[in-house]
């Protein structure tokens, strides 16, 4: 049977259509994707992300050896109370899964990773931890609640003593602020301001109710999906895996090179293929007239086929096909994509689709 | 999923309806319980009118926000009239599939005995929503 969250009654009574998600029984949406979409953008939304990994790693060190030579971006830069995405790599330097790792000063290391990864990422990084001697806990007792959208952080107020809430709004982006029973992190993957929370399974309900009754609209992954790919952010599986490596992947900026003498797993295969010259980039695409991309659709230059679309989804914000799509280096400001057998033009951009201004 | 399928029109096993009218033409659209499956429809890609097309040929596609799908034409004819407002209002599929959601009128001679009722149309619904998503797949998602 597929597992559920602690909110899956919430769900069940806002009649979400709920679909398997690596294993979950996760909402889709809660009537309309689109209407989710825009809540997020122009007011707030609320999503239930309890499906995703979270480990603890207590510290900091061995933790801070260890997770150095695992993640191909470097925690040495990790003061406390701070985020970091990363990618952990194989030995090849293809991408085992795409995480945010948060430094917790004395108390240690918390990542985040994928739901639908979770076991082989936990089939790596256990015999890792043995040999660093790093003790470690899935925390398979909390749940992660996002809200995210331009109003985000003043729906907090509802549900936050004045105490956290003034350490929230006083914290920046890619920082968290730990309560006694929550985890707030300025994290979030739709491109907008807000807050990712964790906190005890039994809690959730509560503040949750306590989000909604404060007008924050619930969202599912449906929207999640389109906000993120509209942020030009990654979505494991698709945009990445482990047959491609950050440096082809628009993943590049996460790899810590320095200092030169960290050695981390993945290392000298990006070395080598930095030193190669990168043949591929990953690009964004917007659709010139109406329509829709998918992801494994065929990019071209004229009769040339350079590449392949790895996410695609119609921009609500926008109201234009958009993709990411790996294609060879070097593409200037136009291609066509096979769209159902018919080449439709469209714009080689920089990925994000849409900016907000953070 | 309780969906509207109303007794005047007749229906086909890939979720359109049809409603004829006295001249030999007939509207076609999808269900209620189709446009329910599809989730918001952002994109509908018309016929030029005048193609000639034959039963079960796919004659229009709609996406939404999850996938895109074929429109079946219903029965052998001409596509007389395509509804134009689909091009920058896709969700009327959504808010009225039945009325201001048509996809497109075809001129046919073929009578409608071979088509479904609502009894016999809903019995295929109903068997779909037993096999939880049926034909319509659900994307890969964010997560």
């Known amino acids: ?69 695992l993640l191909a971006n470097d925690v040495a830069r990790l003061g406390p109370g701070k985020a970091l995405y990363t990618c952990m790599l194989n030995d090849a330097g293809g991408v085992i899964d795409d995480l945010i790792v948060y430094g917790r000063g004395e108390t240690g290391y918390r990542l985040v990773l994928n739901a639908a990864t979770r076991d082989k990422d936990l089939a790596w990084i256990a015999p890792l931890a043995e040999r660093f001697n790093a003790s470690w806990r899935e925390r398979g007792d909390l749940a992660m609640l996002a809200v ?32 006694k029973d929550l985890f707030i992190a300025r994290t979030g993957y739709t491109g907008e301001d807000g807050v990712e929370i964790m906190l005890a399974a039994e809690n959730a309900p509560v503040l949750w109710d306590g989000l909604l009754a404060a007008g924050v609209a619930p969202c599912g992954l449906g929207a999640r999906d389109t906000l993120r790919l509209e942020a030009g952010m990654s979505l494991y599986g698709s945009d990445m895996d482990e047959t491609t490596t950050p440096l082809v992947s628009g993943l590049g900026w996460t790899v810590a090179w320095q200092p030169p003498e960290r050695d981390f797993i993945g290392r000298a295969a990006l070395e080598q293929q930095r030193a190669g010259g990168i043949s591929q980039t990953l690009i964004g695409l917007v659709l010139e007239e109406r329509g829709v991309l998918r992801s494994h659709q065929t990019v071209y230059d004229g009769d040339r086929e350079i590449g392949m679309t790895t996410s695609g989804a119609f921009s609500p914000s926008l109201n234009r096909g958009i993709a990411l799509a790996r294609v060879a280096a070097g593409i ?19 990925p994000p689709f849409v900016s907000r201004p953070l | 999923m309780s969906s509207t399928i109303p007794s005047e029109l007749r229906y086909t096993e890939t979720h359109e309806w ?78 009225d599939p039945y009325e201001e959601g048509w996809i497109l009128r075809i001129k046919t001679s073929a009578d409608m005995e071979g088509l479904l009722d609502a009894a016999a149309y809903e019995l295929i619904a109903i068997d779909e929503d037993e096999d939880e998503e049926g034909s319509l797949t659900n994307s890969k998602l964010a997560g």
Not at chain 1, 160 to 177: G, N
Not at chain 2, 69 to 89: K, R, T
Request: aromatic share 6%.
């Open chain 1, 332 to 350: 200037g400001g136009g291609c066509q994509v096979d769209v159902r057998g018919k080449r439709l033009p469209a714009q080689v951009v920089k």
């Open chain 1, 148 to 179: 995210q959208g331009p109003e985000a952080l003043a729906k907090l107020e509802a549900v936050l003593d004045a105490e956290t809430l003034h350490a929230v709004r006083a914290s920046r982006r890619f920082h968290a602020v730990e309560g």
């Open chain 1, 1 to 69: 049977m597929a597992k559920r969250t602690p909110l899956y009654a919430r769900h069940l009574a806002l009649r979400a259509k709920l679909v398997d998600f690596g294993g979950w029984d996760m909402p889709l949406h809660y009537g309309s994707q689109l209407q989710e979409h825009h809540q997020v953008r122009n007011a707030a939304g609320l999503f239930d992300v309890s499906h995703m990994t979270i480990i603890d790693f207590p510290g900091p060190a061995p933790a801070r050896a260890l997770l150095r030579y």
């Open chain 2, 18 to 95: 049809v409603r004829s009218q006295e001249d030999g033409i007939v509207t076609v659209g999808i269900t209620d319980y189709a446009q329910h499956l599809l989730g918001d429809l952002v994109f509908v890609e018309l016929p030029e009118a005048g193609r000639v097309v034959t039963a079960a040929e796919g004659c229009a596609v709609i996406e939404s926000v999850k996938a895109a799908s074929d429109v079946y034409s219903p029965v052998d004819g001409v596509i007389v009239e395509v509804n134009e407002l689909l091009a920058d209002n896709p969700e009327l599929i959504n808010q």
